[in-house]
């Protein structure tokens, strides 16, 4: 997957949190490389290779000084644009090199999230328009890492057909097995992928999820993608009530992967169901704990997922995942 790197750079990747950067520097890795991250004093997040231009050291070990980076090693500070604007051991008047500056990365903060590209970006951001309307409230959830590859993560991303397997702790029917015929097509948001309906326990938190109704009850979701690794799928309840679920995962390496999802709702997530409790709490524990049963699962598979078409045996319900595999193959051969 190493390969794939080089292409994989020119696009976005959630990296962190916007929370994250709200008690200091951050550092993160991404294709194996490591990057460190600051607010500077205009209010604008840096984004630069996580090694001091004069002797390498981390600068995420050092010290934010009104919006600027000070290296724990010799001093050096870092400003806006990662600009070298000190070295403390050069005499007065002496030009501080050129080289001395940082080279920052694109860097963007949406949904969120802080996005980083570390090439030239081919693309824009996944778009989410349930972010502008005034009718859904968002909710974050933060970064996780997990030691499964990227492609395995986005194959789960697009597969329904676990369901009652995996999820048989949270919402699955194990008894709900089949999944009817998938039409593949272009989805809002410029996602690509499939409409379906789906049976699912409506119990405890599900309830109160859905808004309500019977205790097993049908909702019509849609599941896509964009390149390279995103997924948006939208859950339409009986009850009137509109979920969208944004998931992205980021390779730090071959196997290892940055994790995290975002939830859009169209009621007032702020409603208490008891003391103390909110729709918005409940909701989010049981992402979480679906989350989970996916990582659990996962983190047992080894390597990147086999791009090859025949290497896996596909049926009829992994035909958004091939299609995935067949744009995702040709974009790193690119």
Same mark, same amino acid.
């Given at each position: 997957m190493a390969d794939s790197f080089d292409v994989l750079g020119d696009y976005w990747h959630a990296v962190a949190t916007s929370a994250s950067l709200e008690s200091g520097v951050f550092s993160v890795r991404l294709m194996q490389k490591d990057y460190v991250l600051w607010r500077s004093s205009d209010a604008q997040i840096v984004a630069a290779l996580d090694s001091c231009t004069h002797r390498q050291a981390p600068l995420s070990k050092g010290t934010l000084e009104n919006g600027c980076l000070r290296c724990p090693y010799h001093g050096w500070l870092f400003g806006n644009e990662g600009h070298c604007l000190e070295v403390p051991s050069a005499s007065e008047g002496l030009p501080i090199p050129p080289k001395a500056n940082l080279s920052p990365f694109f860097v963007e903060e949406k949904y969120g999230l802080i996005w980083m590209c570390p090439g030239k970006p081919r693309t824009s951001i996944p778009e989410v328009s349930a972010d502008s309307d005034e009718s859904f409230?968002?909710?974050?959830?933060?970064?996780?890492i997990?030691?499964? !590859?990227?492609?395995?993560?986005?194959?789960?991303?697009?597969? @329904?057909?676990?369901?009652?397997? &995996?999820?048989?702790?949270?919402? %699955?029917?194990?008894?709900?097995?089949?999944?009817?015929?998938?039409?593949?097509?272009?989805?809002? !948001?410029?996602?690509?992928?499939?409409?379906?309906?789906?049976? @699912?326990?409506?119990?405890?938190? &599900?309830?109160?999820?859905?808004? %309500?109704?019977?205790?097993?009850?049908k909702l019509f979701m849609t599941t896509g993608f964009t390149l390279p690794f995103s997924v948006l799928s939208t859950m339409s309840y009986e009850t009137g009530v509109e979920q969208k679920l944004f998931m992205t995962a980021a390779p730090i390496e071959e196997g290892r992967s940055i994790y995290t999802f975002v939830l859009w709702r169209n009621d007032d997530v702020e409603t208490l169901v008891e003391p103390g409790r909110t729709i918005a709490n409940e909701v989010l524990e049981l992402e979480l704990a679906v989350v989970l049963e996916d990582q659990m699962m996962l983190e047992k598979l080894q390597g990147q997922l086999p791009l090859k078409r025949g290497e896996l045996v596909d049926v009829q319900s992994d035909k958004p995942s091939l299609e995935w595999r067949r744009r995702y193959k040709e974009l790193v051969s690119s």
């Open positions: 409230t968002r909710i974050n959830t933060d970064m996780q997990w030691n499964v !590859d990227s492609t395995r993560m986005i194959d789960n991303m697009l597969d @329904i057909s676990h369901f009652p397997y &995996t999820h048989r702790g949270t919402f %699955g029917i194990e008894q709900e097995t089949v999944v009817p015929k998938i039409k593949l097509e272009q989805l809002d !948001d410029n996602y690509y992928g499939y409409g379906y309906e789906v049976k @699912i326990n409506n119990v405890g938190s &599900t309830k109160i999820m859905s808004g %309500g109704g019977s205790d097993v009850i």
